[in-house]
């Protein structure tokens, strides 16, 4: 069964850093989503991404922040100058359309700690 | 998006069916409710999702009121591996937009042995 994988599983970084978090979505899905977790909250969506730009945001996902779909595959996160706050759990999801289901299938995370 | 009222958590034995409720008074005509699950520390994943009629798949069915208010999410045989956090989301699926999942505290579901 196909499905969304994350690279890396866990990555932890030094406050200040940038950090990229890949995501390789399932091969027939048109959009693509990032979420996040910190531990012990809710999950909260970031953005989404359609057609090579990006379809939705919330007021989380502020100019610390791009996402950008490099080659066919890869669909990427990239948080600028990493803050102690963004340690979370990223997840990606993917989705084949929004006009029907829009089921999002969701991949295994990656954690993120900033020291 | 409606907002939705669940238990924060529920026991159930296993083998049992479970039967989780969720109240959505202000769903609208053209909102769907979608039921999604996560696994500790896994990445959510999608249940089940219905307008007004009842649905049932290889998961779970999904019952909704007639006057839509309310839905419960019924887990027929409940296994131990069905311990998870249960989201019940209300959202319109919307054509050209990829709208992102407005996920609640949901109910900690417990399959006791």
């Known amino acids: 069964e196909p499905e969304v994988t994350q690279t890396p599983s866990h990555q932890v970084t030094q406050m200040g850093q940038e950090v990229i978090l890949r995501c390789v979505p399932i091969?027939?899905?048109?959009?693509f989503y990032w979420y996040r977790q910190i531990l012990g909250q809710k999950v909260e969506f970031l953005v989404s991404?359609?057609?090579?730009?990006?379809?939705?945001k919330s007021e989380i996902f502020d100019d610390q922040f791009s996402v950008e779909r490099p080659d066919g595959s890869n669909f990427t996160l990239k948080i600028r100058s990493t803050k102690l706050e963004d340690s979370a759990m990223y997840f990606c999801?993917?989705?084949?359309?929004?006009?029907?289901?829009?089921?999002?299938?969701f991949g295994p995370g990656t954690r993120l700690t900033v020291l | 998006d409606a907002k939705t009222t669940q238990p924060p958590s529920m026991d159930c034995a296993e083998g049992r069916a479970a039967n989780l409720p969720c109240n959505h008074s202000?769903?609208?005509?053209?909102?769907?409710v979608y039921w999604y699950r996560q696994i500790h520390s896994q990445g959510p994943q999608y249940i089940i999702h219905?307008?007004?009629n009842n649905e049932t798949n290889e998961m779970a069915s999904l019952i909704i009121t007639e006057d839509r208010k309310s839905s419960t999410l019924i887990l027929p045989h409940a296994t131990l591996r069905d311990t998870a956090v249960y989201y019940c989301i209300v959202r319109v699926i919307a054509g050209g937009g990829a709208d992102g999942l407005t996920f609640g505290k949901g109910t900690h579901l417990i399959i006791q042995p």
């Open positions: 991404f359609y057609n090579n730009e990006i379809s939705e």
């Open positions: 999801a993917s989705s084949v359309d929004s006009y029907t289901n829009n089921e999002q299938f």
């Open positions: 219905g307008l007004k």
């Open positions: 202000t769903i609208s005509g053209n909102e769907y």
């Open positions: 091969s027939n899905h048109l959009y």
